[in-house]
């Protein structure tokens, strides 16, 4: 950090010198413009390369065993470009699993192919993807499977649980998509300012974000259940304790999230109230089990604490609820 004073001429303009060494690498000189934007934190950034268009960011990986998590990172990292290139004909089983990778990612696509490589390009235009919007559509999903989760398991609908897990691409998809916008957002600052997210938020919306796509896998784990139990109905008493405590972990990771948006501090203390309602709504599952309900005692009884770890998650993202910055 260089530090300089600010000067006044007598017309009560403000002005500061730029450093001759970072004008003349950028090729200033006099009657040369630079641009000038404020974020939204209040500091001041100066562009000397406003007009130059940006550059794509290629990167260019070979097969391996481990590529479709390469192919992962080079993504949320922001890459416009992934190119990947087989020293002689790239295999059958490669290029499958780059395909795999590019349709679990939203906006990567395939522009290019032969014998040895693949080229896949992201379509995506950073400003149109708000993070908001993209955490609220993934806790839309979120929410839907952990409600038909417990629904499937209940009345024992083997198709309805099948969909809850296949919903689950969908979630990481947008979590993926929302982690790549995240990191753009901090390494542009003009960005930040069009989409109205300070860098400082983004740690929190990656967070709150982790925590949704959580949920969206204890949703899964209740499907499987529900799956395991081929089209067992639970009995009317059990199924009153589960969804007792479904409905509170279901409010609060709902409430958690429109409290974060709020950014309401009182209603996010208020959800780890609900602590010991969820625990003893779970002893007395695990007690109704196993004295009536045995033969099934380890498939409700993981679906049982699949639900506490839920609330658990919507109590971490009520954690995280701070107030409006100044």
């Given at each position: 950090?260089?530090?300089?004073?600010?000067?006044?001429?007598?017309?009560?303009?403000?002005f500061?010198?730029?450093?001759?060494?970072?004008?003349?690498?950028?090729?200033?000189?006099?009657s040369?413009?630079?641009?000038?934007?404020?974020t939204p934190?209040?500091?001041?950034?100066?562009?000397?390369?406003?007009s130059?268009?940006r550059?794509?960011?290629?990167?260019?990986?070979?097969p391996?065993?481990?590529?479709?998590r390469?192919?992962?990172?080079?993504?949320l990292?922001g890459?416009?470009i992934?190119?990947?290139?087989a020293?002689d004909?790239?295999?059958?089983?490669?290029?499958?699993?780059?395909?795999?990778?590019s349709?679990r990612?939203?906006?990567?696509?395939i522009?290019?192919?032969?014998?040895?490589?693949?080229?896949?390009?992201?379509?995506?235009?950073p400003?149109?993807?708000?993070p908001?919007?993209?955490?609220?559509?993934?806790?839309?999903?979120?929410?839907?499977?952990?409600?038909?989760?417990?629904?499937?398991?209940?009345?024992?609908?083997e198709?309805?649980?099948?969909?809850v897990?296949?919903?689950?691409?969908?979630?990481?998809?947008l979590?993926?998509?929302?982690?790549?916008?995240?990191?753009?957002?901090i390494?542009?600052?003009?960005?930040?300012?069009?989409?109205?997210?300070?860098?400082?938020?983004?740690?929190?919306?990656?967070?709150?974000?982790?925590?949704?796509?959580?949920?969206?896998d204890?949703?899964?784990?209740?499907?499987?259940?529900?799956?395991?139990?081929?089209?067992?109905?639970?009995?009317?008493?059990?199924?009153?304790?589960?969804?007792?405590l479904?409905?509170?972990?279901?409010?609060?990771?709902?409430?958690?999230?429109?409290?974060?948006?709020?950014?309401?501090?009182?209603?996010?203390?208020?959800?780890r109230?609900?602590?010991?309602?969820?625990?003893?709504?779970?002893?007395?599952?695990?007690?109704?089990?196993?004295?009536?309900?045995?033969?099934?005692?380890?498939?409700?009884?993981?679906?049982?604490?699949?639900?506490?770890?839920i609330?658990?998650?919507?109590?971490?993202?009520?954690?995280l609820v701070?107030?409006?910055?100044?």
């Amino acid at each position: 950090m260089e530090l300089r004073k600010v000067q006044r001429t007598g017309g009560g303009t403000f002005f500061v010198c730029l450093p001759k060494d970072w004008a003349t690498r950028n090729g200033l000189d006099k009657s040369s413009v630079v641009a000038l934007s404020e974020t939204p934190d209040g500091r001041l950034i100066v562009n000397a390369r406003h007009s130059v268009e940006r550059t794509p960011q290629i990167a260019s990986l070979l097969p391996s065993p481990l590529l479709d998590r390469e192919i992962m990172g080079k993504y949320l990292l922001g890459y416009d470009i992934i190119r990947v290139e087989a020293k002689d004909r790239m295999s059958p089983g490669d290029r499958e699993r780059i395909k795999q990778s590019s349709s679990r990612l939203i906006g990567l696509e395939i522009v290019e192919e032969d014998y040895s490589k693949i080229v896949m390009q992201s379509l995506l235009e950073p400003s149109a993807f708000p993070p908001d919007k993209i955490l609220q559509r993934e806790q839309s999903i979120a929410s839907s499977m952990h409600r038909d989760a417990v629904t499937a398991l209940i009345e024992g609908d083997e198709h309805m649980a099948r969909n809850v897990v296949a919903r689950d691409v969908e979630v990481n998809r947008l979590y993926f998509l929302l982690v790549r916008i995240l990191r753009t957002v901090i390494q542009n600052p003009s960005l930040s300012e069009r989409l109205g997210i300070l860098p400082i938020d983004c740690l929190d919306y990656r967070l709150t974000a982790s925590l949704v796509e959580a949920i969206g896998d204890k949703s899964v784990q209740l499907a499987e259940a529900a799956v395991e139990l081929s089209g067992v109905k639970i009995q009317r008493d059990l199924a009153q304790l589960l969804l007792k405590l479904h409905k509170v972990a279901f409010d609060t990771h709902e409430s958690a999230l429109k409290a974060m948006f709020a950014r309401d501090i009182a209603s996010a203390e208020a959800l780890r109230g609900e602590r010991k309602t969820v625990e003893n709504l779970l002893s007395e599952v695990e007690s109704l089990v196993h004295r009536s309900y045995s033969s099934m005692a380890f498939q409700v009884l993981a679906a049982a604490s699949a639900i506490r770890q839920i609330y658990g998650h919507g109590v971490d993202i009520a954690d995280l609820v701070m107030p409006r910055t100044p």
